[in-house]
């Protein structure tokens, strides 16, 4: 599984699908971006550790709380489409969700979580019969 900075991904990207999500990013040191994409790299390419947490909803005031240390992950990036989805969508496939749930419960986010239901997936669109 890969992580992505926002420095890795196209701005213009990054813009459009902010408006599209209607949402606003964290600072680029706190927030990285969940990819399924997956492969072998070798060790001398990381940048530095670093702790991740991937909320189970939308969490209260990130930018107070996430340390210099630590980064924020709510959203999936999809390197061909170079589009963002909502993390917590409930619309993986099965074996995409899983991956999603175990990194929720490792690396479960400690502080204060926002107590609204979450967005309708953007992901899959109900089939129309």
Known sequence: MWLYRQD???PKALVRECKRLKCQLLDPNREIFWSFHMDECPLESMLR???????????EDPDKHVKQDEMLCR?????IKENLSHLNSKHWRSDLQTHIERAKT???YPYALKSCKAKASILKKPKQH
């Open 8 to 10: 890795d991904v196209d």
């Open 49 to 59: 550790h670093t702790r991740v947490f991937v909320p189970s909803k939308e969490p």
């Open 75 to 79: 959203f999936v990036f999809d390197p």
């Open 106 to 108: 490792i690396n479960k």
